[in-house]
Structures are given as C-alpha cells and as structure tokens.
C-alpha cells in the first residue's frame, strides 16, 4: 500500500473521516488512509439535505472492493449540504479524498466537538502506534 497523505489545518476522528471547518458549517470526508485501505470505492450512500446526525454515530455507508463500512459524523449537526458529484461518482473519495471527494457539510450544534477531534500530528501518531480506524 502506499503511503498516506495527511492534510494540516483540519481535525480527524479515529474512525477515520476528516472535519473541516467552513465558516459556520463543518465539511466532512474520508481520509486518504482508510479510502487506500478500503480499494475502489463502487457505491456511497449518503443522507439527504436535513437530515440530523450525531457525533460518533453512522451517517452513510460504502461500498469498496475489500468491504462495506459505516461512515460517521465527527460532530453532531444538521447536514445541510450533500456533495451529489461523489454519489454520482464514489471514485472522486479515492482519487481527491480531501477535494472533490468531500462528502457532506455540517451545521454543528456543539461546534466544542471539534476540539474532541485529533489534529494531523495527533493522528499521525495514533495510526503510528498501531490503531487502525
């Protein structure tokens, strides 16, 4: 496999989504490390415009050529944007994991939570130590 890229300025969960802040709204994706893992992604369900999600918990599933997986929300919020291009294309989450491949946008209702959340060299280290999302 090859290695990972990490993007600074952004928070990571051990789950392995990534949550940008984006004025009042939290943009969330999958990183570079779990989407290799994972292989070509082929499908992503992703929640509609509206939908309330919570923190830790699944927000959309995936389909890949080496598994399925939940993907969960890194804050709690309502998702009020969803990014069609990557259900109409679920390869950009592998090909631009933290560009075109971002999946939905939060309005947090705690925007604390993101204080919970690693930063990348938090990270680096937690996937150093042997955790694996």
């Known amino acids: 496999m ?10 990571y969960t051990k789950t392995s989504e990534w949550a940008e802040p984006r004025g009042e ?3 969330v994706g999958l990183d ?3 989407q290799s893992a994972l292989g070509d992604i082929v499908f992503i369900d992703l929640p509609e415009p509206g939908a309330i999600v919570g923190a830790g918990a699944p927000f959309a599933s995936l389909e890949a050529t080496k598994a399925v997986s939940d993907i969960n929300a890194p804050v709690s919020g309502c998702a009020v944007r969803v990014n069609r291009s990557v259900a109409d294309c ?3 989450i592998n090909s631009d994991p933290f560009g075109e491949g971002w999946l939905i946008e939060i309005e947090p209702s705690d925007p604390a939570e993101l204080d919970k959340l690693m930063d990348v ?3 680096r280290a937690y996937l150093r130590d042997g955790n694996r999302p």
């Open 25 to 27: 709204c939290v943009r």
């Open 90 to 92: 679920p390869g950009l």
């Open 32 to 34: 570079d490390y779990s």
């Open 2 to 11: 090859r290695r990972p890229f990490f993007k600074s300025g952004i928070y």
């Open 121 to 123: 060299e938090a990270y």
